[in-house]
């Protein structure tokens, strides 16, 4: 059995990996929502000392209490974009996928990388799919990107079935979103 794909590097696959790799792990996910807790509860003693204590300004504590909670979340929405305009370098280039039972095969056309690659599966580190693309990452922070709608011989269907008998399962995860 044998998954070819062709994925062109375009700003909406960068935006959409971006979005994808601030939460992919459950680590990422509670450290934001206790920076998150964290945040309003100083927010909110910095309140209770304004109107209980006294001695600081009724405005701040509002802008504070209004304010502050926002600012991960804020920080969060434009990291994306950010990663996006850094990666200027890679727009319009693409890799081609050949996965076959033993192995793979990635041609890049990167203008800092380019080159092939042939590999087993246990070359990746861990390989994420979602519910438009895989993610195949060769370190913690290195990764090919590849939509779902750029296979063009075989299926979705022949790709899973490859990684799950190649891949332990804990290299190979499925997540709902993006």
């Known amino acids: 059995m ?34 998150e807790l964290i945040m309003l509860a100083m927010a909110g003693f910095y309140a209770y000392l304004t109107w209980v204590v006294g001695g600081g300004s009724v405005v701040i504590a509002i802008i504070f209490l209004t304010t502050i909670p926002y600012i991960i979340p804020f920080i969060l929405w434009r990291a994306p974009y950010k990663s996006v305009k850094m990666s200027k370098r890679v727009l319009g280039a693409a890799n081609y996928y050949e996965f076959s039972d033993d192995e793979i095969i990635i041609e890049s056309t990167f203008p800092t990388a380019e080159g092939q690659t042939k590999a087993n599966y246990q070359f990746f580190d861990r390989v994420y799919e979602t519910k438009t693309m895989f993610c195949f990452f060769t370190s913690k922070v290195q990764a090919c990107i590849m939509n779902k709608s750029d296979i063009t011989e075989g299926t979705i269907t022949d790709l899973q079935e490859l990684l799950r008998k190649n891949l332990p399962p804990k290299k190979y995860i499925v997540r709902g979103k993006f």
């Open 2 to 35: 044998t998954v070819k794909a062709k994925t062109e590097y375009t700003e909406e696959l960068l935006l959409k990996f971006a979005r994808f790799s601030i939460m992919r792990t459950p680590r990422q996910v509670v450290t934001y929502i206790v920076g």
